[in-house]
């Protein structure tokens, strides 16, 4: 493991909506070493891709407080020149959606090429596909040379994501973020993904951030799990600790709502609500509080702050040590039309 | 007699090409599928994308036309029936995967649940109306929200829409499309557990499609695993989860990822053996036009496609 390559402090990152700031990450601080895979977890608009574009500088028009330091230097408030250098070189992406992260208009050759090219500029255009060439057959793809001059439309969903990921350790980074790289996969070409991702943290040795909403991915691949809600982080543990003694009601709910191989279920747990919108977000007090109204609301904290309740391992909010999951799931009450 | 019965499916369609557009080929989508599923019971049909599972499924309800074969529902023969022509169409319905392109956002909910009923029931507007606040109230939405349009609720909330409008007409037997891929996870139990229970309640069929497996054993009574627009293998969960017999269900079924951390090393061990089985192998489980084989029966409910025995 060793030195952070990541530290994040309090990252704040609000998006204006009319005329007010609304955080979709809040007070959100956590570290990445070398040679760690940690697993951001949580359902869409709890605000995990938001800190990855955070990370990254891609916020156009947000406004981010905090501080995130790479290597020991703080990147959130560097000029975007600065910041270039180090994306795509020290600094890698993996989008979800492989189909609009590339150029259609653009042979698969080139725009790995481009990457190559811009960080150094020196090597020529021989070596330079050479190395392409040796990237595309690194992340799996069965004829390099010829997916080289082919274009995004003529590749499948599975090859498509290959390409996106040579081109993000294509100047080996120290530092991957991976965006629900699987989602829009197959399972068969999923487990391909997942095992070519844990060769790349052994072969390149970089610290890698995996953000994704599914819990047996996580499973396999995290050494540490960070657990978001409506911005925050409510638990982080490492990935035994967090499958065998989770503590957070999120994180109980969300591992009790998935269909378990390994035990079968007549009925799945539902968490009651939804996740609410950025305007609605509650600000004060337990955010997840609306969700589980039985729990009496003085088990919850006025201000829910991160407690490590043993080594490495932090809840936010008192309230889990009162939770217990209703009877039966109180859910709709539905009739029977007659 | 089973309830819906498929013999033989197979759903072809022309490529065009040339100067003149004249069909050059077929892709052969759907290629000699058989199967049945019983009154009241989940069917799942599993496969990857481009498998043909979604093209069955389409088949079957009369969107892809049938080039061969026999689709017969509660002994009716259905197959390529002019819509018109066909009653048993307001007992098959279908639920779709994306709940943010199949509603139109700009009608209402009201007009949207209701669409159905004004097809093929001639209903005043009062009782179409009461008809509606009562399926949205079965899907739990509140009877206020007619007047909302899609764009106001959430994914979980239009995917009960979509159910809703099923439903409408009562229906026997539901193609439900990926019902749930394009759902947090939490929303998913909440629409699986509402598909069951309804199940119960009404006393619906189910011939669920997906690619995911865990979903797929949570639901389902008997599963067919597609490949290439055939069968590779049918069995009940128990057969397909346990005791997968064909190469191509043994890899699906060893991609699932495992939700316990600690079973990692093992899973991966497994995954590897399977993998290099399925190189090796590959050839043993497909004919020369890399086709499945017919199906064997290996047990009493399992039947797995291996190479002719006699």
Known sequence: MGNPILEIENLRTSFRIKDNYYAAVDDVSLTVKKNELLAIVGESGCGKSALAFSIMGLHSKANVEGNIYFKGRDIANISPA???????????????????????????????????YIHNNKLAKKDRKEKVIDLLDKVGILHPAFTYNQFPHELSGGMRQRVVIAMAIANEPELLIADEPTTALDVTI?????????????????????????????????????????????????????????LHPYTRSLLNSVPNSNVVQSELHVIEGIVPSLQNLPREGCRFSPRIPWVDSSAHEKNPELHEVNPGHFVRCTCYRNFYFPEKSKGDQHHVVS | MSFLEVKNLKVHFPITGGLLGRTIDHVKAVDGVSF????????????????????TGRAIIGLNKITSGNVLFDG???????????????????????????????????????????????????????????????????????????????????????????????????????????????????VLNFMQKIQKELGLTYLFISHDLGIIKHMCDRIGIMYKGRYVEEGTPEDIFTNPQHIYSRRLVAAIPDIDPRKR????????????????????????????????PVSDTHLVALPGRG
């Open chain 2, 76 to 190: 009716q023969d259905i197959t390529n029936l002019r819509r018109s022509k066909m009653s048993a169409r307001r007992d098959i319905q279908m639920i779709f995967q994306d709940p943010y392109s199949t509603l139109n956002p700009k009608k209402r909910v009201f007009d949207i649940v209701a669409e159905p009923l004004r097809n093929y029931e001639n209903l005043s507007k009062r009782e179409e109306k009461k008809r509606v606040q009562e399926l949205l109230e079965l899907v739990g939405l509140s009877p206020e929200s007619i007047h909302k349009y899609p764009h106001e609720f959430s994914g979980g909330q239009r995917q009960r829409i979509g159910i809703a409008r099923a439903i409408a007409l009562k229906p026997k037997l539901i193609i439900a499309d990926e019902p749930v891929s394009a759902l947090d996870v939490s929303v998913q139990a909440q």
């Open chain 1, 190 to 246: 999923q487990s391909q993904i997942l095992d070519l991702l844990k060769k790349l943290k052994e072969d390149i040795h970089a610290g890698i951030i995996l953000i994704t909403h599914d819990l047996g991915v996580v499973a396999e691949m995290a050494d540490r799990v960070a657990v978001m809600y409506a911005g925050q982080i409510v638990e982080i543990a490492d990935v035994y600790t967090l499958f065998e003694n989770p």
């Open chain 1, 82 to 116: 600065k910041l270039n250098e180090l994306r795509g070189k020290e600094m890698g992406m993996i989008f979800q959606d492989s189909l609009s992260a590339l150029n259609p208009l653009m042979i698969i050759g080139d725009q790995i090429d481009e990457i190559i």
């Open chain 2, 265 to 296: 090393e093992q899973q991966l061990q497994f995954r590897r053996t399977v993998k290099e089985e399925y190189e090796q192998s590959y050839n043993d489980y497909f004919d020369d036009k890399g086709l499945a084989y017919q199906l064997q």
């Open chain 2, 36 to 55: 049945s599923i019983e009154k009241g019971k989940t069917y799942g049909l599993v496969g990857e994308s481009g498998s043909g599972k979604t093209t």
